[in-house]
Every structure is written in C-alpha cells, then in structure tokens.
Antibody, heavy 118, light 110 residues
Framework: QVQLVESGGGVVQPGTSLRLSCAASGFSINNYAMHWVRQAPGKGLEWVAVIWYDGLNKYYADSLKGRITISRDNSRNTVHLQVNSLRAEDTAVYYC???????????WGQGALVTVSS | QSALTQPPSASGSPGQSVTISCTGTSSDFGGYNDVSWYQQHPGKAPKLMIYEVNKRPSGVPDRFSGSKSGNTASLTVSGLQAEDEADYFCNSYAGSHSWVFGGGTKLTVL
C-alpha cells in the first residue's frame, strides 16, 4: 500500500538549516509530483513546495521562496526539503503529500515536527 | 497566495446535516475546478475527502458531498456521526503552479 514517511525533524536553533526527507513506498515517485505542506501548532495547512515527477520543475510558496529547496532522489524513492535560515515562525509539522493530479493531495505522511527555538 | 476563507467552527447534532463554506477569489477558485477537501483528526495527517469539487475517493462515505458556485465551494456532511468531528480544510489550485488551503473549520458533533 502507499506509504509516506517523513524524517529529519527536531529542535533546531534560529538561523540554522534543516533537511527533511520523505520516503515513499507502494508506488514510484517517478510518476508523481510531490508536495510539502506545513502546519504550525494550532493553525491551518500551508502549501510549501512542489516538485514535478521528473524533478525538472520546482515551485515554492512566495512566503518561503529563497529559503527552501525541494529535491528528489528517484533511485531512493525519496523527496527532500531543505529549509535555511530557520525562524521561530517555521515551527510546524511538515507533511509530504503525493499529487494525485486532478484527485488532489491523495496520500499524506504522518508529518515531521520542526521546532525552531534557542 | 492568501488563504481561502472558512468559518472557524461549525456544529450539528447526530443525524443532522452541516455545510462548511470556503471562499476564494477569481484568481484561485474562479478558473479552476481543482477544489478538494481534507479531514484532519487531532494529531493525525489530513485525509482526502472530496476532489474536483464533488468527487469522492474510494472509501469515503457518500454522506460527504461537495459543490461550488462562483468563488465559493462547500462541503456538506449529511447524517452527522460522532467520528465526523474533526477539522476540515479546503484547497484549490491557485494558478502559477501554486496551491492554497483554507484556514480550516472545526466541526463539532453535539
């Protein structure tokens, strides 16, 4: 069955960088665009970034552009999100999600909690 | 990329129907039918409930239905059950390879 498992979260200091990973199983990410979505504590969902199935096209939320990079390793069936210059307001659960095309965000991981604190 | 507007809360008694609205602008909703709805129980990942405005993925009860008129989409939950108590988020493709979510609605089953 389709599974997405995020890793790489934790407590980090302001100004540092973090790399999150999302390991997919049950399908090949070669055939799908993949997203990152985050949710600050007690808040709503915020779309963060998407990477096309071939990895050639990447798009980012305006609020984070310049500080984040999405990438994928199709050989490892894994998607990554690098976040730089972390701020307190980046504290959130970061989810990866599969883009089902017209179907929407059809599968989600359990999320990785990132806490930015000194 | 402003968030879509949802009421913060909604409620209904078991067996009743509740409708949750989601309002955008012509730049996100207006030109697209890529509207989807997600259910999220506390501490859990979101779950796709409705896509393309009014289609249900396999396994989602037909008590859940969606619609859209102009710049407002709606999710209706009929025959409310205790397990429907959750947060609900709408989502739309917003053009220029970006997506936008609503602020979320907490549905309480009284």
């Amino acid at each position: 069955q389709v599974q997405l498992v995020e890793s790489g979260g934790g407590v980090v200091q302001p100004g540092t960088s973090l790399r999150l990973s999302c390991a997919a199983s049950g399908f090949s990410i070669n055939n799908y665009a993949m997203h990152w979505v985050r949710q600050a504590p007690g808040k709503g969902l915020e779309w963060v970034a998407v990477i096309w199935y071939d990895g050639l096209n990447k798009y980012y939320a305006d609020s984070l552009k310049g500080r984040i990079t999405i990438s994928r390793d199709n050989s490892r069936n894994t998607v990554h999100l690098q976040v730089n210059s972390l701020r307190a307001e980046d504290t959130a659960v970061y989810y990866c999600s599969r883009d089902g095309g017209q179907i929407g965000f059809d599968y989600w991981g359990q999320g990785a909690l990132v806490t930015v604190s000194s | 990329q402003s968030a879509l507007t949802q009421p913060p809360s909604a409620s209904g008694s078991p067996g009743q129907s509740v409708t949750i609205s989601c309002t955008g602008t012509s730049s996100d909703f207006g030109g697209y039918n890529d509207v989807s709805w997600y259910q999220q129980h506390p501490g859990k990942a979101p779950k796709l409930m409705i896509y393309e405005v009014n289609k249900r993925p396999s396994g989602v009860p037909d008590r859940f239905s969606g619609s859209k008129s102009g710049n407002t989409a709606s999710l209706t939950v009929s025959g409310l059950q205790a397990e429907d108590e959750a947060d609900y988020f709408c989502n739309s493709y917003a053009g220029s390879h970006s997506w936008v979510f609503g602020g979320g609605t907490k549905l309480t089953v009284l």
